[in-house]
């Protein structure tokens, strides 16, 4: 037996959690049950329940948490259990899951289920916005805009599709106030910021795409002009993934960042409203275990002495 109890943390108001539910959760508990694992099943009442659910979790001797909703529900979890060494595992049931394309997760439930008998566990280091963890990337600027403006109602009909029209709103209202960005000794200008930790961003986008969820540093990604017309040429060449390219688009890796703007400006982090200027942004190294996909079905994982630490597991 691989673990002896878990605790699932669901959001009932996740995306993928509409139809069904019962049915889908259900097929999960199974699963986690079939190797032997005492599971207990808690949904999420509110924002930032998810957090106090984690924390009790682990106050009980729970030796598994199990994330299933998307990359908000998450990143609350997580906050709940960063500097532990009981591992994390996700069911993605979010409109986005970002994390889940990160790692290669499957966005079968029952088949990410079978992570617990075919995956791998890696220490990974979190992100941090003042006091507060994040597991993808912060955003500062039009898209913390953008987060805050996204209708529920729309979001939980249109999934993604809210999000463009927030962007189309954004684009015409948002007034892309420049703000100063400190790291590795130097100061820069910028309009819209991601400090990342992982390659992709939103529907599937690369804005930074040579972060690394397994390093300890963020890329990061500065947008400089104030022209909010300049923005639509921006998209467009992110999706061709050729806005490194461009002379007012800036790149560099940093463990630290330093940002400091009117309060007007929004801080997102994993798709989060999390605060506004000024922030700083810091690494907590070794911070979190998450099973990621590993060998093949039926190949053994790391043991469960090895959960502490990433030595053996390779990329």
């Known amino acids: ?33 079939s190797i032997g694992t005492v599971v207990e099943a808690h949904p999420t009442a509110g924002s930032g329940h998810a957090t106090s659910l984690a924390r009790s979790a682990l106050q009980r001797g729970c030796d598994l948490i199990v994330a299933c909703g998307g990359d908000g529900t998450v990143n609350e979890v997580v906050a709940g259990m960063a500097g532990s060494s009981v591992p994390l595992l996700l069911i993605p049931a979010g409109t986005a899951n970002v994390l889940a394309k990160e790692i290669g997760l499957p966005l079968d439930w029952v088949e990410a289920a079978g992570l617990l008998r075919t995956g791998l566990i890696r220490r990974i280091a979190l992100g941090r916005v003042g006091g507060r963890p994040f597991v993808l990337m912060a955003g500062i600027g039009v898209d913390a805009a953008l987060v805050s403006a996204v209708n529920p109602g729309l979001k939980k009909l249109l999934g993604q599709g809210a999000f463009w029209i927030a962007a189309l709103q954004q684009l ?30 939103g529907g599937g986008f690369r804005i930074t ?35 490194h390219r461009l002379p007012d688009v800036l790149q560099f890796r940093a463990r630290s960042v330093l940002v400091k703007g009117i309060p007007q400006i929004g801080v997102q982090g994993d798709g989060e409203l999390i605060g506004c200027l000024p922030q700083s942004v810091s690494l907590q190294p070794d911070a979190l ?14 043991p469960r002495e ?6 053996g597991s390779g990329r």
């Open 1 to 33: 037996m691989r673990f002896s109890r878990a605790a699932l943390i669901y959001n009932p108001a996740a995306r993928r959690l509409q139809w069904r539910p019962a049915h889908k959760l259900q097929a999960v508990v199974e699963h986690i049950r």
């Open 306 to 311: 090895g959960r502490g630490s990433a030595k």
């Open 209 to 243: 795409g040579q972060a690394d969820l397994f390093s300890e540093e963020f890329q990061v990604c500065l947008f400089q002009s104030r022209d909010r017309w300049r923005y639509p040429w921006y998209f467009w060449n992110v999706v061709r993934r050729r806005h």
């Open 172 to 201: 015409l209202r948002y007034p892309f106030a420049p703000f100063e960005v400190r790291a590795e000794g130097e100061s820069r200008q910028a309009t819209f910021a991601v400090i990342s930790r992982v390659k992709n961003y």
């Open 289 to 302: 275990s998450l099973l990621i996909p590993g060998p093949g079905e039926g190949e053994s994982v790391i």
